[in-house]
């Protein structure tokens, strides 16, 4: 099929309520141009604004982006910094539309411990946005997968200790409620940029049954086409979560 013939098959009253994104390929993207990988970043934002307008725009309800994890943090400094920073940019200048469009913003990891400015911008963000109805917006900042369940299962052994959880009742619907992702659903499709074929800690418990789309496409030339075929081809999967069809 021809790029652009994917929109015209998509099935528009059968969205994927929630779709999941590893947006991965910056570093690369910028290399072949021969430019800093920090440019990679700054067109990564780009293509992300273009995302989050074409995902509400089409009635996808929740919308997780990988944005930055606890690995990268091994990262040179520079680059760091840089992602940091941006994220404050891309606060300052997303958050007017962002709310025009009623869309929530949520995170997901320990934002906490980010530099103070990038804190400040987030906590703004939230607050702003926090009656919002329409798309929620989840980004996933020092977020990493393993240490989110780590996270829910000491909750479980201090309430344990406390007598205030009995082991035999701990189950799927308890760990999930001990989630960064508590209040939302699980994604129904998880698209990775730059062909890479893993999950990199995003996400683990919640994409257990998410259909995968990858993309040898790099995040910054992500657009409105590559989505479509991602949804395109979300639609034609039979999703039968371990049963028979
Ligand atoms: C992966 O590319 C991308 C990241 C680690 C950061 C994602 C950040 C953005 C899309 C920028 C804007 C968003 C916010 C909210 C700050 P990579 O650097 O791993 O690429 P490579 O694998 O080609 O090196």
């Given at each position: 099929m021809d790029k652009t013939d994917y929109e015209k098959s998509v099935n528009f009253s059968k969205i994927p309520?929630?779709?999941?994104?590893?947006?991965?390929?910056?570093?690369?993207?910028?290399?072949?141009?021969?430019?800093?990988r920090t440019m990679g970043h700054k067109a990564g934002m780009e293509a992300l604004h273009r995302t989050v307008e074409t995902c509400a725009r089409i009635k996808v309800a929740f919308l997780s982006v990988y944005a930055f994890s606890?690995?990268?943090?091994?990262?040179?400094?520079?680059?760091?910094n840089y992602l940091m920073q941006l994220l404050v940019e891309y606060i300052d200048k997303?958050?007017?539309?962002?709310?025009?469009n009623n869309i929530k913003i949520m995170?997901?990891?320990?934002?906490?411990?980010?530099?103070?400015?990038?804190?400040?911008?987030?906590?703004?963000?939230?607050?702003?946005?926090?009656?919002?109805t329409g798309m929620i917006l989840n980004i996933a900042l020092n977020y990493g997968s393993r240490r989110?369940?780590?996270?829910?299962?000491r909750i479980i052994a201090e309430k344990s200790l406390n007598n205030e959880i009995n082991p035999a009742d701990i189950d799927e619907d308890l760990i999930g409620s001990l989630l960064y992702t508590q209040n939302i659903p699980d994604p129904d499709l998880l698209i990775r940029t730059a062909g890479e074929m893993r999950i990199s800690n995003f996400m683990?418990?919640?994409?257990?049954?998410?259909?995968?789309f990858v993309t040898p496409v790099m995040w910054p030339d992500f657009d409105r086409s590559i989505l479509m075929?991602?949804?395109?081809?979300?639609?034609?999967?039979?999703?039968?979560?371990?049963?028979?069809?």
């Open positions: 309520r929630h779709i999941a994104i590893i947006m991965d390929g910056n570093g690369r993207w910028a290399n072949r141009k021969f430019m800093p606890t690995e990268n943090w091994k990262r040179p400094p520079e680059e760091v997303e958050i007017d539309e962002l709310h025009r995170i997901t990891g320990d934002y906490a411990a980010l530099p103070v400015q990038c804190v400040k911008g987030v906590e703004k963000a939230l607050d702003r946005t926090k009656n919002n989110e369940i780590v996270r829910a299962v683990l418990w919640q994409v257990a049954y998410t259909e995968l075929q991602a949804i395109w081809n979300y639609q034609q999967r039979e999703r039968r979560f371990g049963g028979l069809k």
